[in-house]
DNA sequence: TGTTTTTAGAGAAATTTTTCTTCATATTTG
DNA sequence: CAAATATGAAGAAAAATTTCTCTAAAAACA
């Protein structure tokens, strides 16, 4: 099992999503090609993707869609279910609790927390808020292996003390701040300040290109 | 102006962010290592990030940890106001709206759009809604430049459509799905199916390579 | 059945990004 | 005031990722 490049990883869910909008539309097999032209992307880049995910495809042919996307999901796992806890149930967080797609993706909230005592002994969208304090415990009882961590930046350390010592294997980090955790434990950072970053810097760059295209462009008209 | 590598900005809100709380903290002086520290990275690469921003640091003092964060966030353009619009209401659109820390981004949300007619006229967060159909004009009327999209998957393209025909610049696209625009039009994809597969795919691989790590120990003590 | 066209697969090449090295310089210490 | 030390700068090297190129197989069509 060689490891795969994080850009691949990032490209799976997406070919899966218009797979199975294929797969809706009636469409049995697919090229790399079509794919490739639906999402934008270079034809080889999404054979090689795809390659990690063990599918052979036919020349001329190209892949089914069913194995395709049976595939993609089984190379995610998002096959089997995840229990998880969510730390936080702010606005973000409940939206998360509310949002019933994660089951798509193997995900299941089975508990969340928080830290304000209104919320604690309640539920949001039937999943109970307990304290804190209750996570390591419960972790190991019900052998629950995600935190997402929907916590202000300042609680973030904290919560993922609390889940690292519950013997979790993942952090799904919403906050906006980098936490630390013992190598073995995998996290995930979802920033939106780091798309932020991305998106409004490139439209200066992009800007300044136009720019700098139009000003070529003139110059090579007066030649 | 040399277009800057994307995990270079992506790192620069994570500096932006561990900075502000040093400067709380009283901290007026930084060198590239401690931040390397802090944030688990390589000195180097903090150093020939922050290089982008163009700001010089002295050998054995470090950066001043004020100019650091000035110089980010003028090269981010976190300092200018942008207006923007966002597209869909629902649960997460409400969630972004009553966010107000897009301030400090520069990011303002001046008017919503939903499909959903109850919805039409009130107001979320002080931000009043309207019919998509209004995204064009408006959009060139108030001179919008970013469209935030928190639509379903199948509304993403029409939505995309309607703002750039009004002139748009940059979409920050919450929908999983991809949308097609100009190329003069900036893009950023922020869906968390990406990191939820990088995630899921990585937990994999660590057991993977964890249980081949205890075995070739177990062979070692053997030998 | 033979020829042409299209496409996957494999590996090479190019590009991008990260890491490593060396060097000059400012600060600290004796 | 000189030596030691930590640090940034610059560029080289390495690693990772993407793109290109070629080959062979399958399908379409004559």
Redesign the pocket.
Known sequence: MR??????MR?LPHYLHFLKRQLENGVEK??????AQALS???????????YTG?????????FVKELIQAILEFLTWTTRRDAFLIGAGNLGSAMLGYNRFREYGLNFVAAFDTDENKIGSEIYKVPIFTLDKIPSMARRMNVQVGVLTVPAHAAQTATDLLVEGGIKAIWNFAPTYVKAPKEVVIENHQFTESLAALTRKMVEVDFHLEKYRLSNLEGNRT
């Not at 490891?3 to 691949?8: N, R, V």
């Not at 697919?30 to 794919?35: D, H, K, L, M, P």
């Open positions: 490891i795969t490049p994080e850009p691949t490209r697919i090229s790399s090609t079509i794919i992307l270079d034809s080889t880049q999404v054979r090689k993707d795809l390659e599918v052979k495809g036919k020349p001329k042919t190209g892949f």
